[in-house]
């Protein structure tokens, strides 16, 4: 049984499409709010009970709202800090002609609910509900309003972070009915509010720093973009091939094992085998011979290549010659070697003076037979003579381990590490703080 919330004295600034939804359903789930905008006619229309934006059901919750008396509006910042103890940053961060965010906007209300902390006692919670980027509590926000009120960041109040995920056109009920909520704070402590206001909300609640917070609207924008632009590329290759591009769609959608699913979404290393590369060069090659541009599919290749030439960066970065390599083929579980991204990596370090020792479990040249025989002793028969079937013994003589298998025995490379060794991890994307579990007490290089 889900417990109810605990009402809360809440200011949002900006009364735009986040700020008006954000505004309007927290005062439908009974909190007391008060929205403030510069534009004194979107103040009016809130409240005269109406919406200040198009959205379906919104113009029922702000009358409803203004009804209760649990929902009002005003263009003075200071006001509306000093009845709040919540205050949401909801105010519009639009493109420059560069592409740079334009948070010119987010500064401003910085200062303002700055400016309206000095006359306050008590503490306070900022809550960032804009799109920004990483950083931008740190570097804009927080230094914002402690400038302009004179007060400290953990001390007289604190700085949250809340993205949203509505849509327009159906906001209202992305609010009410969300798939995720989404708290960031460096300090859990600070998040006790937040979760005292969405208590009862449905869906799955994560709480997390603010630099994940912040990132992770931009990952979920940016893969609904990839989606559809996957979607109108693939589709309008099927029409040029006279292939019916729905039929194929509600095929390739059935799959929700691997197509649409979470695999394939975990940070890593680069892709490769026999298949990925080889079929998305088909593509774009096919692409290419009918004169259509699709700059999606015709990126992929490049980009692999380029989180490839980031692994092999990182390792020439410590500048160091003895390279363990832990994991040979193209994903564990396998002894397929064609396109590996290990393998090319590898060449590389041999290309750049490095001294290279390869362990791999599923990689035995005693049973290599085939196409698979035939590539390393054709295509890399350099590669063949730095295999090793001691796992220790490639630990031990390395000065940088570089693991890219899945499936290895983590303890006996733990009790084989050295203090002074580096670990470089390509099976994840983790900072060298977060590595925590995979190499415990030795240095992390993230690639």
Avoid at 36 to 45: G, R, T
Avoid at 69 to 82: G, Q, Y
Avoid at 130 to 157: C, H, N, Q, W, Y
Avoid at 319 to 324: A, D, H, L
């Amino acid at each position: 049984m889900k417990e109810d919330p605990i009402m809360k004295a809440v200011s949002v600034f900006g009364l735009g499409y986040v700020g008006a939804v954000t505004a309007a359903c927290l005062a439908h789930k009974g909190h007391r709010v008060v929205g403030v905008d510069v534009n004194p006619a979107k103040v009016e229309m809130v409240e005269s009970g109406r919406a200040p934006v198009l959205e379906p059901g919104l113009d029922q919750l702000v009358r409803e709202g203004r009804e209760a008396c649990r929902l009002h509006a005003t263009t003075d910042p200071m006001a509306a800090v000093s009845q709040s103890e919540i205050s949401f940053i909801c105010v519009a961060t639009p493109s420059l002609p560069s592409g740079r965010l334009d948070v010119r906007a987010v500064q401003r209300c910085c200062e303002e609910v700055g400016r309206a902390l000095q006359l306050k006692t008590g503490f306070h919670w900022i809550v960032l509900r804009s799109t920004v980027l990483p950083g931008t509590a740190k570097s804009l926000v927080i230094p914002r309003i402690e400038a302009a009120s004179g007060k400290r960041s953990g001390v007289d109040f604190a700085v949250c972070a809340n993205p949203e995920f509505t849509r327009e056109g159906c906001a209202v009920a992305d609010f009410l009915n969300p798939p995720m909520t989404v708290l960031g704070a460096d300090d859990a402590d600070q998040l006790v509010p937040l979760r005292e206001l969405y208590r009862g909300m449905p869906g799955q609640v994560f709480e997390t720093t603010l630099g994940v917070a912040e990132m992770v609207k931009y990952v979920c924008n940016a893969f609904h973009a990839l989606k559809v632009t996957f979607a109108n590329e693939t589709g309008s290759l099927c029409n040029e091939l006279g292939v019916d591009a729905r039929a194929v769609t509600k095929i390739f959608l059935s799959d929700t094992r691997l197509n649409v699913s979470a695999a394939y979404l975990a940070p890593g290393f680069a892709f490769g085998g026999s298949c990925l590369p080889k079929d998305v060069r088909a593509l774009s090659y096919c692409a290419k011979q009918l004169d259509m541009d699709l700059p999606l599919l015709r990126a992929i290749m490049p980009s692999n290549q380029a989180h490839l030439e980031r692994a092999v960066d990182a390792v020439l970065a410590t500048k160091c010659k003895r390279i363990g390599v832990v994991g040979l083929s193209f994903k564990s579980g396998t002894d397929d070697l064609r396109e590996s991204p290990s393998v090319q990596l590898i060449k590389r370090l041999l290309g750049e003076g490095c001294q290279v020792q390869i362990w791999d479990r599923d990689v035995s040249l005693g049973r290599l037979a085939g196409s698979n025989r035939h590539f390393i002793e054709e295509e890399i028969p350099h590669v063949r003579a730095l295999l090793s079937t001691d796992l220790e013994e490639v630990v031990r003589r390395a000065e940088v381990l570089v693991i890219g298998a899945k499936a290895l025995d983590e303890e006996a490379i733990l009790a084989t590490l050295r203090p002074d060794q580096l670990v470089i991890d390509l099976r994840s994307l983790l900072p060298r703080s977060a590595a925590v579990g995979v190499m415990a007490n030795h240095q992390m290089v993230s690639a």
